[in-house]
C-alpha cells in the first residue's frame, strides 16, 4: 500500500520512527511551509519507505520567506522528492486573499512544469479556481488532495488526468457526497491517502491518524465498489507509482 499523503512530523508524533515502521508499505510525507518542507527532506533522506513532496500550503502563504521558494528548487532534484505539494486554494476561512493565493499557485505549478514534477493539490471552497488553474499545466501531472467536491467536478478532472486523493472521510457516515464519488468514479483515478495526523477514519475516528490507517480506506473503497481489497490495493498502488513517477 501507498499512503500519497500525510504529514509525519514531530509536531504532531513523539515517535516518528514507530509510526514508520508500523506501517507495511510506502508514505508520501507533504510539507507545507519552510520549517515542515525541511522536515520533508530529513525525513526521504532517513527512511526508505518515505518519499515527499514540499511547497506552501494556501494557508500559510503568510509565513512565505525570501528563502521558501528557493527551498524548493533546491530539492527538486532529490530522488526522494516526488513532487510540489501541498499547494493550492482555500477560501473556507479568508477569502480575502484570493489573487495572493493563485499567484503562489502558479508560481509552483510554473515550477512543477519546469522540474516535471507532480503537484498534490488542496483545494477547499475553492473547486472552480482550482480546475482554472489546472487547465493553464495542461503537462503537469496533478493530484487532488482529500477529494471533497461534487461527482460531475470528478468527471471534468478526470478528463484532465487528475488523481482524487481518498482519505478517512469516506468511512464517516454523513459522506454521501465523496460515496458518491467512489462509485462512479474508475478505481484507476484513485489513490489512497490518511491526512495523518488529521481525518482518522472509523474505527478511529477522533484519534491521531497514521498512515497504517489507510487499509481502512482501501476496505471502504473495496465495499462500496463490491470488489476485493486486495484488487483495490493493487490498482491504488500502481496509480500512485505511476502518478509520481515512483522509483519502487
Not at 499547494?87 to 493565493?101: A, P
Not at 491521531?208 to 486486495?230: C, F, G, Q, R
Amino acid at each position: 500500500m501507498i499512503d500519497t499523503h500525510c504529514h509525519i512530523f514531530k509536531e504532531y508524533y513523539e515517535d516518528i520512527d514507530s509510526i514508520i515502521s508500523d506501517f507495511n508499505g510506502y508514505m508520501i510525507t507533504a510539507g507545507i511551509e519552510d520549517n515542515t518542507n525541511l522536515e520533508v527532506i530529513d525525513l526521504v533522506n532517513k527512511y526508505d519507505k518515505v518519499y515527499g513532496v514540499i511547497g506552501i500550503q494556501p494557508e500559510e502563504i503568510d509565513k512565505i520567506t525570501n528563502n521558501s521558494y528557493q527551498i524548493i528548487e533546491d530539492n527538486l532534484n532529490n530522488p526522494k522528492i516526488v513532487g510540489i505539494g501541498e499547494i493550492g486554494l482555500d477560501y473556507y476561512w479568508d477569502d480575502t486573499h484570493k489573487e495572493e493565493q493563485k499567484e503562489v499557485f502558479r508560481h509552483l505549478m510554473s515550477l512543477a512544469h519546469t522540474y516535471h514534477k507532480t503537484v498534490v493539490i488542496h483545494s477547499r471552497e475553492a473547486i472552480q479556481d482550482t480546475y482554472d488553474i489546472i487547465k493553464e499545466y495542461p503537462d503537469v501531472k496533478c493530484v487532488l488532495h482529500c477529494y471533497s467536491s461534487s461527482l460531475a467536478m470528478a468527471k471534468e478532472f478526470i478528463k484532465l488526468g487528475v488523481m482524487l486523493g481518498i482519505g478517512g472521510v469516506l468511512t464517516f457516515k454523513n459522506s454521501k457526497k465523496l460515496t458518491e464519488v467512489v462509485k462512479e468514479i474508475p478505481l484507476e483515478y484513485l489513490l489512497l491517502e490518511t491526512d495523518s495526523p488529521y481525518l482518522a477514519p472509523e474505527p478511529f475516528r477522533g484519534k491521531t491518524n497514521k498512515p497504517s490507517y489507510v487499509l481502512e480506506v482501501a476496505k471502504k473503497i473495496a465495499d462500496i465498489k463490491d470488489i476485493d481489497v486486495e484488487k483495490v490495493i493493487e490498482i491504488t498502488t500502481n496509480n500512485a507509482i505511476r502518478q509520481f513517477d515512483l522509483p519502487i
